[in-house]
């Protein structure tokens, strides 16, 4: 099975902001902030009500940043993210109905594992590239180095308890591309409208090394 791969997108910077928007408005000035910062992939989860508007909003009045859906739960959120401008998709976990609905989505997926045999079962249903999640919660970087040798094929971007502290020894992982994180983009800055700050923490991720990455 050949799927549309994600790792194109995930060339473009090394963390992907985690973000919870309060209301389209802010999500539009935030998703500018990350852009403005050097951080254009952009995952809005699906947990609050205006998600799926301000991912349409960001698609149409940010031209430069890559908005995904994250937090997709359901195999109805998969038709509704992609009609809404969803250019990727990310879940925590899956379920069989889910993981048809990923199958045929146009769009690049990450979906979500947190162990090895889910891994294995992702992989052999055609996806290559995975999220680790909760990241720190079930291993972090020592489980990627034990996965590293048994699933030499596979690639994650791991979220969950990732930050400023720690992004750095995932990032030197020889299987991971890049890595979701919502540091980048604070609560309390958002709900502030504190949007230099944001820009300000999203250069600095911005210019973090994946010495493995290739080319």
């Known amino acids: 099975m050949s799927l549309p791969d994600p790792s194109f997108l995930l060339a473009r910077a090394p963390v992907v902001p985690v973000v919870t928007v309060p209301s389209v408005a802010a999500g539009v000035k935030l998703a500018r902030a990350l852009v403005d910062g050097g951080l254009p992939l952009i995952e809005v989860t699906l947990r609050t009500a205006p998600a ?29 993210s992609i009609a809404a401008g969803a250019r990727f998709l990310v879940s925590p976990g899956c379920t069989e ?33 995975l999220k680790l999640f909760p990241a720190e919660s079930v291993g972090g970087a020592s489980l990627l180095k034990s996965l590293a ?8 971007c791991p979220t969950g308890g990732i930050g400023p502290d720690n992004v750095g020894t995932y990032l030197s992982l020889p299987n991971v591309l890049a890595v979701g994180g919502s540091w980048v983009c604070p609560n309390e800055a958002v709900n502030a409208g504190d949007w230099d700050r944001i820009v300000t923490l999203s250069k600095a991720a911005a210019m973090l090394p994946r010495p493995h990455f290739p080319g």
Not at 56 to 75: F, Q, W, Y
Not at 99 to 119: D, I
Not at 149 to 156: A, E, N
């Open 149 to 156: 040798g048994p699933l030499p094929d596979l690639r994650f």
């Open 52 to 80: 799926l508007e301000a991912i349409a909003a960001i698609a149409a009045e940010v031209p430069d940043a890559i908005v995904g859906a994250g937090t997709v739960t359901r195999p109805e959120l998969v038709e509704k």
């Open 97 to 129: 109905a889910l993981l048809e609905a990923f199958a045929e989505a146009p769009v690049p997926v990450l979906p979500g594992c947190a162990t090895a045999s889910e891994a294995m079962r992702l992989h052999a249903m055609g996806f290559a590239v």
